[in-house]
């Protein structure tokens, strides 16, 4: 049968055709396309290869997916418990901090315009301090909200409680702790899980209603033997370093992908039996609906926090599913070639492509973006360094200091930043409570499909910095007080490239919010 997807991405007028999603995000009304990709892209000499070596894939296990959380009643009531547990990886086993006892815990479901109550008991095993962060979400930064300046001492808890806005967007999000200093360790041993705000489908893509929706969980952990880290960190999905996962010919599915590890970058390909990239139609970035319809990928460029959603069509033949190269730069971290899957080795049913229309939820999520990128009041710059040794990390030469605010913003505002990279590997830019729009990588102008919370910064080429421009905006008041921005490489945050924002009010004075000694919480909230 020929693939309605593919067929698609020859045909569809201002298709647009991206290798590097996330390097080159964010198109608006008014803003030319990417012209159409060819008609069948052939996998990387590397790819086929890989493949070849490995000869024709036996189906894995078939993936497992967490269990989930759901809010009910426009209340979500959660208990998550951080402390040491066994897991297998890969065939090693290990023993490290987890939540709920679980490699990849439980996915967390609310809708906009639910109540968050979580409260997160802090048992892990090193005596660290903890807390979590809801990644991506726009709400208060302000305690018992989304804080993550306040930490909870080991062997206390915290019960985090507030609203999410009825505006909030709809789309994959993902939680994990982050203790400056301890961020790194929690995550990669498997502190980290997903998050599902409802309405993706029903209130921006109505047309896409009824597809069967995967959740899919990407970590890295360190090797059992250390000396294979030379190698590249283990890379999963949903805790499985391979598995098989059932889609029919011609069946249509909404695949939701996290990187929720702390350090490794995922490069997604599907390639088919014949070594050609398989099409995927982008629905979100990092949980905000694209703007445009007809977006295809043949990669899903997924640094360090970033998310990605997408429709797949099911072939006549099984799918690979790898994880392609990443160059991280000359001092960056190995990021090789693995398959992690294969689909396409069962399930059921068969759906017609329907029209692709923009949504009234799109139009209006479009002339939002458009009102921001024509209200920037303010420009700064912030430069992303660190030493020759690379254990030390800055911004703008200074390395973290949780005593100090190094940037006030009143609200409203937009403004836009420039975020120059003169290291000899990449990092990741992301900024906690609110989303940007990518308007510029190196000088060379990004087509604007969406607002993300995470951009990729590329290393700096022969004493040359990179240069992305973000606009950022700052105009809701939920997102009033103290939070962070930071590199979402973990090393490098806990490392030091990390600094305090403070928004305030406009016309007001700004204050930061009272906690105790050091941020640390040390007894039971209530």
Not at 185 to 196: C, D, F, I, R, Y
Not at 369 to 392: C, K, P, Y
């Amino acid at each position: 049968m020929r693939s309605l997807l593919r067929t698609r991405l020859r045909t569809a007028a201002g298709a647009a055709f991206l290798v590097a999603a996330a390097c080159a995000p964010p198109v608006s009304p008014g803003v030319p396309a990417p012209s159409p990709g060819p008609a069948r892209p052939v996998a990387s000499r590397a790819l086929t290869d890989l493949i070849a070596r490995r000869g024709v894939l036996p189906p894995g296990p078939p993936l497992p997916y967490p269990d989930s959380i759901v809010s009910s009643n426009g209340v979500l009531n959660a208990r998550l418990v951080a402390a040491p547990g066994p897991y297998s990886l890969g065939g090693a086993s290990f023993y490290d901090n987890l939540y709920n006892g679980a490699y990849v815990p439980p996915t967390l479901v609310v809708s906009p315009g639910d109540q968050i109550a979580l409260t997160l008991v802090n048992q892990v095993n090193t005596g660290q301090p903890s807390n979590l962060h809801y990644h991506g979400l726009n709400v208060t930064p302000l305690a018992p909200g989304d804080d993550v300046l306040l930490h909870i001492a080991n062997g206390d808890s915290f019960s985090y409680s507030f609203p999410v806005p009825a505006w909030h967007r709809s789309g994959l999000y993902w939680y994990h702790p982050h203790p400056h200093g301890y961020s790194e360790p929690q995550v990669l041993g498997g502190m980290s899980g997903a998050l599902v705000m409802r309405g993706l489908l029903e209130t921006y893509f109505p047309q896409w209603t009824g597809v069967r929706e995967r959740v899919m969980v990407l970590k890295d952990h360190v090797p059992a033997n250390p000396a294979d880290s030379a190698g590249g960190k283990i890379k999963s999905i949903n805790g499985q370093t391979y598995s098989s996962i059932p889609i029919a010919p011609g069946e249509f599915q909404l695949w939701r992908f996290a990187n929720a590890g702390a350090d490794a970058y995922y490069n997604i390909r599907l390639v088919d039996g014949d070594g050609h990239l398989v099409p995927m139609l982008v629905l979100a970035r990092d949980g905000n609906p694209v703007v445009v319809n007809n977006l295809y990928a043949d990669s899903l460029f997924l640094p360090p926090s970033s998310r990605a959603e997408v429709i797949v069509e099911g072939g006549g033949t099984p799918y690979y599913i790898l994880s392609d190269t990443v160059d991280t730069g000359p001092a960056g971290d190995p990021n090789p070639t693995v398959v992690l899957a294969t689909a396409g080795t069962g399930g059921q049913g068969w759906m017609p492509a329907p029209t692709m229309p923009i949504s009234p939820a799109q139009q209006a999520l479009a002339d939002t973006m458009m009102s921001v990128l024509n209200g920037v009041n303010n420009q700064r710059t912030f430069v992303f360094s660190e030493n020759a040794a690379g254990d030390s990390f800055y911004i703008n030469n200074a390395m973290y200091n949780p005593d100090s605010v190094a940037t006030y913003v009143p609200v409203p505002s937009v403004e836009e930043w420039t975020l120059v990279n003169t290291s000899g590997e990449v990092h990741v830019f992301h900024i906690h409570q609110t989303d940007f729009i990518v308007t510029e990588i190196n000088g060379v102008k990004q087509p604007l499909t969406g607002f993300v919370d995470t951009v990729n910064m590329p290393y700096a080429v022969n004493g040359v910095p990179s240069t992305v421009k973000v606009v950022i905006n700052f105009r809701e008041s939920i997102s009033i007080g103290e939070f962070v921005y930071h590199c979402h490489i973990l090393e490098h945050e806990d490392g030091g490239m990390m600094q305090n924002i403070l928004l305030y009010a406009a016309g007001t004075t700004p204050v930061r919010q009272a906690r105790p000694p050091g941020g640390m919480h040390g007894g039971a909230h209530h």
